[in-house]
């Protein structure tokens, strides 16, 4: 019997009508229904990404049944690339190099679920509120603002589709309100089937590509090795993963911190004996901030999309506590 509950309760979540439940009167109940669409729903668009002068047009479909998620993201500018995810992993694909990255399905994810499933603390750093509505790709969509209470984070404002709560599009908002990167819908199909062709791979490896296979081994995180002196207010850590970094070369530590909405990486590593002191210091890469230092014998590099402020103080804050 207990079967029988499952497998209906899977059912009407895949239905339509269950994906188009009444629109939520609260701002945080609409971000729990971003973050559910994203990862629940059928859908087939093109998006743009926008990063100063930068423009990049991908394509995605995305498929729910009972054997699990796939999904197929193939950027349609530049250089040839494409993300295919299912259940067990994500295989990012670069043709032009004959290389094939695989690694495991992340909390965190790309537009448009870029969202994470809990907000418990998220009111802590944001001031959330709703927005107007406004047309995007065609279709009604719900603006929800998240305006930063202190200068370690950046604003966010989400619009979402009023029926399904798809999110259609994204900024990422300096202090002064300009666009540090935009993610939106030129079209977008919600529901319906999604042809397996669509989820198909459009290259295939052969035996003279590079395989590099990226799944790393969770760590605890009493036992991560490092330590923040001063916590970073509305920051803490979320995860640790070590991986190896080859033959003679050690491991690197993987530490994510985030506030709930905004993510930090900061990977440890043993510094090369030429580490080029060129490398050290600040850097700025698109929407994403780096900032890498020498402590000791490691080298401590760390990046995300908040202010600079923060990488620096997160890299800066880290000491060696033994393991």
């Known amino acids: ?18 994906a188009q439940a009444e629109a939520p009167s609260d701002p945080l109940g609409w971000l729990n229904r971003i973050a559910s669409a994203g990862q629940r729903l059928n859908y087939v668009g093109t998006f743009v990404y926008q990063s100063g002068k930068h423009f990049e047009t991908s394509r995605i479909a995305h498929r729910v049944d009972s054997s699990g998620e796939y999904e197929r993201l193939e950027v349609l500018d530049g250089s040839p690339r494409e993300v ?23 909390g965190r994810r790309a537009f448009p679920a870029r969202l994470p499933s809990s907000f418990s603390n998220l009111g802590e750093s944001y001031r959330i509120r709703k927005g107007e509505v406004h047309r995007i790709a065609g279709l009604e969509a719900q603006a929800i603002l998240l305006e ?37 819908f030129n079209d977008v199909r919600i529901g319906g089937n999604i042809s397996p062709d669509l989820l198909k791979p459009r290259y295939v490896s052969t035996d003279d590509w590079r395989v590099v296979q ?38 690197v530590v993987q530490m994510v911190y985030g506030d709930g909405l905004a993510s930090i990486s900061l990977f440890i590593e043993p510094a090369a004996s ?12 698109g929407a994403i901030n780096i900032y890498k230092r020498v402590a000791g014998a490691h080298l401590i590099t760390v990046l995300g999309e908040v202010p600079m402020r923060t990488i620096q103080r997160l890299g800066d804050g880290m000491e060696f506590v033994g393991q």
């Not at 030429?274 to 890469?285: H, I, R, Y």
């Open 214 to 251: 990226a799944r790393g081994s969770d760590v605890p995180r009493s036992e991560a090795g490092w330590a923040l002196r001063t916590p970073l207010p509305g920051f803490t850590l979320q995860s640790v993963v070590k991986r190896p970094l080859g033959r003679e070369r050690g491991d």
């Open 84 to 106: 295919i995810r299912n259940s067990g992993e994500v295989r990012c694909v670069l043709p032009d190099q004959k290389t094939v990255i695989i690694d495991r399905p992340g």
């Open 274 to 285: 030429d580490s080029a002191a060129a490398v050290l210091g600040a850097q700025t890469s």
């Open 148 to 184: 930063p209470k202190d200068d370690l984070r950046y604003g966010h404002a989400l619009w979402a589709e009023v029926q399904s709560g798809l999110l259609l599009k994204s900024r990422l908002l300096d202090e002064r309100g300009e666009i540090i990167e935009q993610f939106v």
């Open 1 to 18: 019997m207990k079967r029988w509950f499952a497998a209906a309760g899977l059912c009407l979540a895949l239905l339509p009508g269950a």
